[in-house]
């Protein structure tokens, strides 16, 4: 199969090495012409904008966006419309809000698969975790492609129409906020409690058999053992925010409660106050771990 993905960055680039690396060809575009230059060198076909990246893809095409959320989707599609017809498949990999894929479903002449994806950057080399909403002939004539961005078979399925993707995505990371806070607050009071504790040492006993072992929770480990034990210089500042403001909005929408996913969202604006929580710093370094977003630190 030959897939075009626009969008280079920390995920983008995964999904073009896995892609290529399953035997697959890739052409690919991003606006940064290093990002470009550096997927061709590993054996992608580059593209000098999102049109001659349509034209190198031939008659059907197969289109993966791994762009930011939000206006870079609907400019990638803007500039796609003349080419596309309902032959081709267009797959939103990114964290879109789950109204804007339904919307861009219904507009869009091609088939459109809003795939949340979970992983992150570190999970680049077991694969990612893929939630598809949209058609299933397009889904099921993606499998190839899936089976090769995911830990394999097991790790993508087809939630149902457009924008359950994108649906269940929102929610994943609604409960990635509570887990998060969660751990924080309980490495918090074993750090300010009446033992004086080797914080990496409990995780990994933790990490070994115990009830409440986690990836999130070897990324708490982790943390300690390369910021030690109070954390070093992560400041207390949680970054990000829309995924969980949209749950959050979603479940007060639907009467559902979620009080300890709207407490973790209202924790990172609070942190925004800058008033040195350590709970909020390890949220703030859990983020590098699976993210590689930016750690905020101290001065
Ligand atoms: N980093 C993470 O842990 C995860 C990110 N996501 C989502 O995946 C998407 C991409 O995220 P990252 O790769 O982390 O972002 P990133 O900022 O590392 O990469 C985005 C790339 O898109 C390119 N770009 C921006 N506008 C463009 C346009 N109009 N045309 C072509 N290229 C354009 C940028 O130059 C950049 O290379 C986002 O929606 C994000 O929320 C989803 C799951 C995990
Ligand atoms: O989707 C993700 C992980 O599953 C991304 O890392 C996302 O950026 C996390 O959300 P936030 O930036 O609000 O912390």
């Excluded at 992608?44 to 034209?55: C, F, K, N, V, Y």
């Excluded at 407490?263 to 990172?268: D, F, K, N, P, T």
Aim: proline share 4%; with cysteine; net charge negative.
């Amino acid at each position: 199969m030959e897939l075009g993905v626009i969008g280079l960055g920390r995920m983008g680039r995964i999904v073009v090495d896995r892609v290529l690396e399953a035997g697959h060809e890739v052409v690919v575009f991003d606006i940064d012409e290093e990002s470009v230059a550096d997927a061709a060198d590993a054996g992608a076909r580059p593209a000098s904008s999102i049109g001659d990246l349509a034209e190198k893809l031939g008659p059907e095409k197969r289109i993966w966006l791994m762009v930011p959320a939000g206006d870079p989707v609907d400019a990638a599609l803007d500039e796609l419309a003349p080419v596309l017809d309902g032959d081709d498949i267009v797959v939103d990999g990114g964290n879109s809000y789950f109204e804007d894929s339904v919307r861009r479903a219904e507009s869009t002449d091609a088939a459109y698969l809003d795939c949340g994806t979970s992983g992150g950057p570190a999970g680049a080399e077991l694969g990612f975790s893929l939630m598809v909403g949209g058609p299933q002939w397009a889904y099921d004539e993606l499998v190839p492609v899936f089976d090769a961005v995911a830990t394999g078979p097991d790790g993508h399925d087809r939630m149902g129409p457009a924008g359950s993707g994108h649906y269940v995505k929102m929610v994943h990371n609604g409960v990635e906020y509570a887990l998060m806070q969660t751990y924080g607050e309980g490495f918090e009071l074993l750090a300010n409690g009446r033992y004086d504790l080797d914080l990496e040492s409990v995780a990994n006993t933790w990490n070994n058999g115990a009830v409440i072992r986690s990836w999130l929770l070897e990324l708490c480990e982790e943390a300690f053992r390369e910021e030690g034990n109070d954390l070093g210089d992560v400041a207390d500042r949680v970054e990000g925010g829309s995924t969980g403001t949209w749950t959050v909005q979603e479940a007060l929408e639907q009467e559902v409660p979620v009080p300890l996913i709207y407490q973790s969202l209202a924790e990172r604006f609070g942190s925004r106050a800058d008033d040195g929580r350590f709970s909020r710093r390890l949220a703030s370094r859990l983020r590098y771990g699976f993210g590689r977003h930016d750690v905020p630190r101290r001065e």
